[in-house]
């Protein structure tokens, strides 16, 4: 069964500074996808940003981007220039590719959560 | 606009209870999704189902049961069995281009107390 690991329960950034979120999962499978998904206070998970493991380059959306690390079994999130808005929840997530049964399931980590200091 | 609607956003049951928590998308996607989320703990998969009339366990279904009888419902019954149903609920939605399922879309959530 596939698993997914985030080691930092919480992290801290400063405002307009770097920040990276750290994920790493385990699965026997060679076609999958890797999620990230944010849920602020509001409590609604937000698609930060995906990737194909099929993909070796790693995916960028605005402000954030991805360390994908196949071999490693490693999924980096990293936020740029960081704002007060992205102060949340993060939640690495795994989905198989593999065509039937539980495809499109997501098997999630317990979450980092991050805060954005001023 | 097109959504996941999830009613009530806030409710109680009391011991020995059934409740049903209510998910309805206009989104037109083929799959549905439950997860229940506790403190500390990523979401967990309650039920799934992926096309009208029929559906599937997840991780921890005990307690639970679910109906799929229209293609934008798919309503949770938090039955007396589940003897900890304290928990944040999650409904969600994809929809699938040929064999590809596309990222999940979540509603806001329903938070299930006991009384």
């Known amino acids: 069964a596939q698993t997914v690991t985030q080691s930092q329960p919480e992290m801290s950034v400063q405002e307009a500074e770097t920040v990276t979120l750290s994920c790493t999962y385990d699965?026997?499978?060679?076609?999958?996808?890797l999620f990230w998904y944010k849920q602020p206070p509001s409590r609604q998970m937000i698609l930060v940003i995906r990737?194909?493991?099929?993909?070796?380059q790693n995916a960028t959306e605005n402000r954030f981007s991805v360390n994908f690390q196949k071999a490693a079994k490693s999924f980096s999130l990293k936020i740029s220039d960081s704002q007060l808005g992205d102060a949340a929840m993060y939640f690495c997530?795994?989905?198989?590719?593999?065509?039937?049964?539980?495809?499109?399931?997501?098997?999630f980590g317990k979450g980092t959560k991050l805060s954005v200091k001023p | 606009d097109g959504g996941i609607t999830q009613s009530p956003k806030y409710l109680f049951r009391k011991e020995g209870q059934n409740v049903t928590l209510s998910c309805e998308q206009n989104?037109?996607?083929?799959?549905m999704y439950w997860y229940r989320q506790d403190p500390g703990q990523g979401l967990r998969l309650i039920y799934y189902?992926?096309?009208?009339?029929?559906?599937q366990k997840g991780d921890i279904a005990e307690g639970y049961s679910v109906s799929r009888e229209k293609k934008e419902s798919f309503p949770l019954t938090v039955t007396s069995a589940q003897k900890n149903p304290t928990a944040f609920y999650l409904c969600?939605?994809?929809?699938?281009?040929?064999?590809?399922?596309?990222?999940?879309?979540f509603g806001d959530g329903t938070r299930l107390s006991i009384l």
């Open positions: 969600a939605s994809s929809t699938r281009q040929g064999a590809i399922f596309q990222p999940q879309h």
């Open positions: 699965t026997s499978e060679s076609d999958y996808y």
């Open positions: 990737q194909e493991a099929y993909k070796q």
């Open positions: 997530a795994y989905r198989s590719a593999r065509y039937g049964g539980s495809q499109g399931n997501l098997i």
């Open positions: 989104l037109n996607h083929d799959a």
């Open positions: 189902s992926q096309i009208v009339n029929d559906f």
